[in-house]
């Protein structure tokens, strides 16, 4: 019988959006020749921006005594990053009026064109680690490793843990380096508007990962990982500032269901990609794509015979005009393995390439439809490795399968390779002893098997864990230890149906304790010792879960560190614990 197996194990993709400036400052950009600017348009100076009481997305509030032309209605009004406007304004007047002393000026979103009959505008720059503004970790197991002596170099480590259900546990682990630049080509004239638009990002990328899940799972999540946030980086198009925001969020995306155990590593080295989207009007847009992937896969994978996994980590990447959605992409590299057990070769590994990029007008131009693509890439593998051995044996099958029961059970282990020898163990040990016989479970136990035959590799181990006459004791997620800010712990119980009740004072729980709700997970700020307990009707409740969670300041980070400059240094501290002084 035909299996096919989809095997994915993550090659990370990056990617995003917009200008960049190899070579020169921040504020000098290409320019053919000095924009022509609109009569309307009106330049709002620092030391003006400065006095600005309140900005909202209709409204920005001055004090009395500022120049009229910037509340005269039909006016727009452009400013590089302040205080109350940290993205810079780019607004149209619509009309004014004074109230307690303030000018209330009431506007909408401009655009480029708007601020410019003539601009030919190109920009290229290398996004450093020095421009994140904030960076977030948003679970556990994950790492964002700065290197201020590479600046270029965005570093992430990876060792994330995720509770399959049923005793099967799924692990991805490893390095993952980028780095990318940003471009931006703009033409505007008076006559066609926005006629010219040409965004994107170049990225190369560094991969080590292993993934391994350890048996029969049916799992599905998409996880954020990190999210930075950039510094808004300011260019001049003669005295118009533009302000660009970029944003990016880590992403580890999942989905797995199958019945056999499998590990493998993935490693790419200097892969290359450039994505993007270009506009010539009256066309629509069409996008950018050159990529260049280097696939090296360091170990034999582990295979079972029925299997199915996507397991990618990418980007999604924004560039944003004065804090308004500009161009996006978001790029995913995988591996794909296809197995027949009667094909020759029976299985194949190839890497592939995903990629999906995006336009939004909002600022750069009016009567223009944004910009979606689907997947760019369909077609794009690389063959990597295929067999060169006969196909292994079928990974045993148990029925009834794992789970929590009543009463005791009497478990049928089968193979669907023909002669094949099954062991099997009942105490979570490796398979040694002989099937012949259904087996019987009469309490609490993992059951696992394997099958063989001669000239053929051994099957994988099928596993599963039988749940007699009681709940299954609940898990936590993360565990419990030790953390620099509160966190929210979920709580998990293999036992479909089972309520979980849960104290966070230490004492046992009963059926009359705190009802754990998925929504709403406890929040642990303090030293605290987390219990929980499941029941369900017609079973012995579980044994109780307890776990300690121990909360501490981190320590302080001085930026630059110490050591000897040449010149004056202006150091930052900062500290990892949310809110600490």
Not at 12 to 28: A, D, M, Y
Not at 387 to 404: M, W
Request: aromatic fraction near 10%; proline fraction near 8%; charge should be negative.
């Amino acid at each position: 019988m035909k299996r096919k197996l989809l095997f994915f194990v993550v090659v990370i993709s990056l990617v995003l959006l917009f200008f960049s400036c190899s070579e020169k400052k921040t504020t000098e950009p290409d320019i053919t020749f000095e924009p022509i600017i609109t009569p309307e348009t009106v330049v709002m100076e620092e030391d003006v921006a400065a006095t600005i009481i309140e900005v909202t997305d209709e409204q920005i509030i001055l004090p009395e005594g500022v120049n009229p032309e910037f509340y005269e209605p039909g006016n727009v009004i452009v400013s590089g990053p302040s205080e109350q406007a940290p993205y810079g304004l780019l607004r149209k007047v619509t009309d004014s009026y004074e109230q307690d002393g303030q000018i209330v000026v009431n506007t909408v979103q401009a655009t480029l064109e708007d601020v410019f009959d003539e601009l030919e505008f190109s920009i290229s720059r290398s996004l450093k680690t020095s421009d994140i503004e904030k960076t977030v970790l948003l679970v556990d197991g994950v790492e964002f490793l700065e290197d201020d002596k590479d600046l270029l170099s965005f570093p992430h480590d990876i060792n994330k843990n995720i509770n399959l259900g049923s005793g099967i546990m799924m692990n991805v682990s490893g390095n993952v380096t980028l780095t990318f630049n940003i471009f931006f080509d703009a033409r505007i004239n008076i006559w066609q508007g926005l006629h010219y638009l040409e965004a994107g990002a170049i990225l190369t990328q560094n991969l080590n990962i292993d993934f391994t899940v350890n048996g029969g799972f049916d799992y599905s999540q998409e996880i954020d990982l990190v999210q930075h946030y950039f510094t808004p980086i300011t260019f001049f198009a003669g005295v118009i500032p533009i302000v660009i925001v970029p944003k990016a969020v880590i992403v580890l995306e999942i989905g797995a269901n199958g019945d056999a155990a499998v590990t493998v590593n993935v490693n790419t080295t200097g892969s290359y990609i450039k994505a993007g989207a270009k506009y010539i009007k009256p066309h629509v847009p069409e996008p950018i794509f050159e990529p260049q992937l280097v696939f090296d896969q360091t170990t034999h994978p582990n295979l079972g015979t029925s299997l199915n996994i996507f397991c990618g980590s990418g980007p999604r990447f924004e560039m944003n005009l004065y804090g308004v959605a500009g161009p996006n992409v978001k790029a995913l590299g995988f591996i794909e393995l296809e197995a027949d057990t009667t094909a020759n070769p029976w299985w194949t590994l190839v890497g592939g390439f995903q990629l999906f990029v995006g336009l939004k007008f909002e600022v750069l131009g009016y009567n223009i439809a944004n910009y979606t693509s689907n997947n760019l890439l369909p077609d794009l593998k690389f063959p990597i490795y295929q067999a060169t051995e006969s196909p292994p044996v079928a990974t045993p099958t148990f029925n009834p399968p794992g789970g929590t029961y009543a009463n005791p059970q009497t478990v049928v282990i089968s193979c669907t390779t023909p002669n094949a020898t099954i062991l099997y163990s009942t105490d979570g040990s490796e398979p040694s002893v002989v099937y012949t016989t259904p087996v019987n479970i009469e309490q609490n136990t993992m059951l696992k098997a394997r099958a063989s035959k001669s000239g053929h590799e051994d099957s994988a181990i099928a596993s599963s864990i039988y749940y007699i006459g009681a709940v299954a004791t609940p898990t936590f997620d993360p565990p419990g230890g030790t953390y620099n800010n509160p966190r929210s712990v979920r709580i998990y119980c293999d036992t479909a149906g089972a309520a979980i009740m849960y104290t966070i004072d230490g004492s046992e729980p009963t059926q009359y304790s705190l009802p754990y709700y998925p929504f709403l997970p406890p929040y642990l700020t303090s030293n605290t010792t987390l219990k929980a307990k499941a029941f369900k009707h017609g079973l012995d409740p579980s044994e109780t879960a307890e776990a300690d969670y121990i909360f501490q300041v981190a320590d302080p980070v001085f930026n630059p560190p110490g050591g000897i400059y040449h010149n004056y240094q202006q150091v930052t501290i900062t500290c990892a614990t949310q809110g600490a002084t």
